[in-house]
């Protein structure tokens, strides 16, 4: 049968859509792109668009002679008509239709042959092509890597990788020809920072991962969605370590996957992984950290368990029984549960199925016979707020342990099933530490008596206990601060024998809880108390990298770097703004330039002590700039400007023609983040707002919006007024978000009640 039908290219991101770009000889282009994921291949054409109805498609395209023309297969058969050229695809496997594909424009590429002989071609703007060796490379590498892991090659005879000038998600992966954003695939040696450089060789490990699990096998419906996204989340990482090992990624997971998904699941607005979803704007709503950041945490936690060999075969299992159908949740524990022979299916249902996480608390008395400890445990749910929920919620927790004796290794453990449990750790004296979680693996917090946190504290000071052990000891506590079981003050005091801390990763999350406290004291007249605080805890690191690249030094030290600069030039740090005033001039003076892992800290920096002019000088910069990430770099930092006018100025700039739709959420939320743009963003926000829904028509963009410019605040007052807003301005798709946000601003309202006054007092104490 045939259909005849028509459509439109639209300029919304989704369906078949257009994407403008600025050609090599300076003229606007336009490209034809698609993104169908979730459900907007119908948008495209008549089809059965959901994942479980699965076909094979054959695509002609009839395109200009001066175009490229890509879709999932490669070209079977070239035909001149007059002045078009018709290309016809070969036929798809059987797949779902969210991951068909099509991109027509001007492109140039490389190319290469991975070693297991798929050819892999990386698109870029024409005039670019060299900014797409670094994919092209790790690409070439991921897919044997993969192929090794899953013991199954990649199904399809070659893989295109192509930067998209508009495109709203990071990247997607259309089995055969996954698209980008340009930040998340060009690197350009000169202006690419080393943090870019890392995120795109884990974007590229994503979307290629997601071309078994997600495009060979799919889930059923979107309730499992996080079969792929989560899947996906932990398989970057595991390759990405593989192929570079310096980078130390494991660490930087529970930083930045692992901690993310467990502050927002002890809201009372989480969901569970699982969840049932109908309406097109539900499903783009859990596009979010749970789906992604707690699905990859609680399979990183499944993997430990079952050890990696037992991982890989059951994996294999799954994905040679599933091949070109669909699965649910189940199917994957069975597959694992037979090459494991562990109760996968028991232990893994509660952390699917059920919302929130637990908090294992934790006493510890020496053993009756002398030669060790015994630990007792309990757990219950752990909520932000502090409440005890009632009984009915329970883990299967897989609990392990490591001491003084053995930092970093696992000396004794258990799965705690119930309420309460026990565990002997052998050989422990009275002055030793005993660390839960080592690794932080485990999805749960734990919550030690202050006779065990002591212990541990000297073991921070002098770096004995593991980076991933202090990272994490420090993030418990602070989760116990935010829920009012114990003071703010705790996690100063903590904070400060951290002061000697090298490890990037565990700077970051100390930089997390610095942010945290200093939203809720620039609420306060505390806040000069706390810039010195903080300034005074950064003081050892920043002497120790200083300002300049030390040859040879390490890939971490050089995102610690850019990290340190980042925060001093935020406090306003004398010393940092001078240096940064001195060299951004140069740099845009034609003096040295400055490398692209400073830029962001300088950018910054100079906009919080300069005026008009130095914004203007921005602009100008962000205007002569034509790579994306350099665009970004600097569109992100003009919220740092303290300028109410200028904060104004940054806002409508936002919503200019000169930022791309999908970048203006990430300029407002420059904005949105201080304390002086915060209220000028929600304002902004509600005027704009029939704007800016039409633009983002429910999609995850606007999402984060709500969350950027709603979850700052510390008031009832201003809970009420989100509250109220969108009772009457109903914006789908961010329903949930909403809710998380009042939710915060609740939270945030009580603990500043109740520590505020300690805080400032311990603060004073201290300066
Ligand atoms: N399948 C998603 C892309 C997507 C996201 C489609 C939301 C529709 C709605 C893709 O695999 C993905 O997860 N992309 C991430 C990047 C990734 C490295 C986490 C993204 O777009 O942020
Ligand atoms: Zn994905």
Excluded at 88 to 100: A, G, H, N, Q, R
Excluded at 142 to 162: S, T
Excluded at 399 to 426: D, M, R, Y
Excluded at 636 to 648: E, F, M, V, Y
């Amino acid at each position: 049968m045939d259909i005849t039908f028509d459509g439109e290219i639209n300029d919304k991101m989704k369906g078949l859509y257009r994407s403008k770009y600025v050609n090599e000889k300076g003229e606007d282009g336009y490209a034809a792109v698609t993104q169908f994921e979730s459900t907007d291949a119908r948008r495209c054409f008549p089809c059965w668009d959901e994942p479980a109805l699965k076909a094979t498609f054959d695509i002609s395209l009839i395109v200009p002679p001066k175009l490229e023309a890509l879709s999932n297969m490669p070209i079977k058969k070239t035909t001149n008509m007059e002045d078009l050229i018709c290309y016809d695809f070969e036929k798809t496997p059987i797949m779902s239709t969210y991951l068909v594909a099509v991109v027509v424009g001007e492109y140039d590429y490389v190319e290469d042959r991975s070693a297991d002989g798929v050819l892999v071609k990386v698109y870029t703007p024409r005039g670019k092509k060299e900014q797409g060796l670094f994919a092209l490379e790790v690409a070439t590498k991921v897919l044997p890597y993969y192929k090794e892991y899953f013991n199954i090659a990649y199904p399809l005879p070659k893989i295109d990788l192509i930067a998209i000038a508009d495109f709203s998600a990071g990247a997607m992966e259309n089995w055969g020809l996954v698209t980008y954003r340009e930040t998340r695939l060009l690197v350009d040696p000169q202006n690419t920072s080393a943090v870019r450089k890392q995120w795109i060789a884990l974007v590229v490990g994503h979307e290629l991962a997601h071309q078994w699990f997600g495009n060979l096998v799919t889930m059923e419906w979107w309730t499992h969605l996080w079969l792929n996204e989560g899947y996906a989340s932990f398989v970057e990482f595991l390759c990405v370590n593989h192929l570079f090992p310096e980078y130390d990624i494991w660490t930087q997971f529970v930083n930045d996957i692992y901690i993310r998904a467990l502050e927002l699941d002890c809201l009372k607005n989480s969901h569970p992984i699982e969840v049932p979803v109908g309406h097109p704007s539900e499903i783009d709503e859990i596009f979010d950290d749970i789906s992604y950041n707690k699905g990859a945490s609680v399979i990183r936690m499944l993997h430990h368990y079952i050890g990696d060999e037992d991982f890989r075969k059951g994996m294999n299992l799954y994905l040679t029984r599933h091949q070109y159908k669909n699965t649910f949740t189940e199917d994957l524990w069975a597959a694992l549960e037979e090459s494991s022979k562990k109760p996968v299916g028991a232990v893994m249902s509660a952390w699917t199925k059920q919302m929130g996480f637990p908090v294992v608390k934790v006493t510890s008395k020496p053993s009756e016979d002398g030669t060790g400890y015994e630990l007792s445990f309990t757990q219950c749910k752990f909520c932000a707020d502090g409440a005890q929920p009632s009984n009915d919620y329970l883990w299967m927790i897989p609990i392990s342990v490591s001491t003084s004796k053995n930092p970093g290794k696992e000396v004794a453990h258990t799965v705690l099933q119930s309420k309460e449990g026990k565990l002997f750790v052998p050989d422990v004296g009275p002055k030793d530490w005993i660390k839960i979680n080592p690794g932080t693996i485990g999805y749960y917090r734990t919550q030690y008596t202050s006779d065990m946190l002591e212990r541990l504290i000297p073991a921070i000071r002098d770096l004995s206990l593991p980076p991933l052990d202090r990272l994490g000891l420090l993030d418990d506590l602070f989760a116990m601060v935010q829920a009012g079981h114990t003071s703010s003050v705790e996690v100063l005091k903590l904070m400060k024998a951290f002061e000697g801390e090298v490890d990037y990763t565990v700077w970051s999350s100390i930089s997390n809880v610095l942010t945290k406290l200093g939203v809720l004291l620039s609420h306060t007249d505390g806040e000069k108390q706390f810039i010195e605080y903080e300034k005074k805890l950064l003081l050892k690191v920043y002497h120790r990298l200083g300002w300049d690249a030390i040859e040879g030094e390490t890939h971490l030290d050089t995102l610690l770097r850019g990290l340190v600069l980042g925060r001093l030039a935020w406090l306003d740090d004398e010393t940092t703004a001078k240096e940064a005033k001195k060299r951004f001039s140069n740099h845009i003076t034609g003096g040295p330039s400055l490398p692209a892992d400073l830029r962001s800290a300088c950018y910054k920096s100079v906009l919080r002590a300069g005026d008009q002019e130095t914004y203007d000088t921005l602009l100008k910069l962000y205007r002569s700039a034509d790579l994306h990430e350099e665009k970004d770099r600097i569109s992100r930092a003009l919220g740092a400007a303290k300028d109410i006018t200028l904060l104004s100025k940054v806002l409508e700039f936002a919503m200019s023609d000169e930022v791309r739709s999908q970048d203006t959420v990430f300029v407002i939320m420059s904005v949105a983040m201080t304390r002086v743009g915060r209220k000028l963003a929600w304002q902004f926000f509600k005027d704009h707002w029939k704007e800016l829904i039409n633009r983002y028509q429910g999609g995850f963009l606007l999402a984060r919006l709500v969350k950027f410019t709603t979850e700052n605040f510390a008031s009832e007052e201003m809970a009420n007024e989100v509250e109220l807003f969108f009772k009457e301005h109903k914006s789908p798709g961010t329903e949930r978000t909403v809710q998380q946000g009042v939710e915060t601003i609740r939270l945030n309202a009580a603990w500043l009640k109740r520590d505020k006054d300690a805080i400032i007092q311990y603060l004073n104490s201290q300066n």
